[in-house]
């Protein structure tokens, strides 16, 4: 059974920093793409970072270009998204996922698997 569990998540001001954490289980994490996600209140779920799970290529949403930066742990099976000069808009329930294929994207729909979410709120 496949676990993913999101941690980090909270309230911060405006300009402040926060680091989450994906821990997973009951697969080869270091065999799959795996990507954060977060949807707020009203919005539909949009792509912030994924990261293959072989050659170090990262993609980034524009929104977050420059203050986000995703890395991973295959040795811990971890999942990280450090997350600097946090702006309002970035207030939003924080998911991470597994891809269920190896064509590295930002499309939520390819991904098959999901935490429950951590959240952040980020006040001005």
């Known amino acids: 059974q496949v676990l993913l569990v999101e941690s980090g998540g909270g309230l911060v001001q405006a300009g402040g920093s926060l680091r989450l954490s994906c821990t997973a289980s009951?697969?080869?994490?270091?065999?799959?793409?795996m990507g954060w996600f977060r949807q707020a209140p009203g919005k539909e779920r949009e792509g912030v970072s994924c990261?293959?799970?072989?050659?170090?290529?990262?993609y980034y949403a524009d929104s977050v270009k420059g203050r986000f930066t995703i890395s991973r742990d295959n040795a811990k099976n971890t999942l990280y998204l450090q997350m600097n000069s946090l702006e309002p808009e970035d207030t939003a329930m924080y998911y991470c996922a597994k891809a269920w294929n190896w064509d590295l994207t930002l499309n939520p729909n390819k991904y098959n698997y999901w935490g429950q979410g951590t959240q952040v709120t980020v006040s001005s």
């Open positions: 990261i293959s799970y072989s050659d170090g290529r990262i």
């Open positions: 009951g697969l080869r994490f270091d065999a799959y793409d």
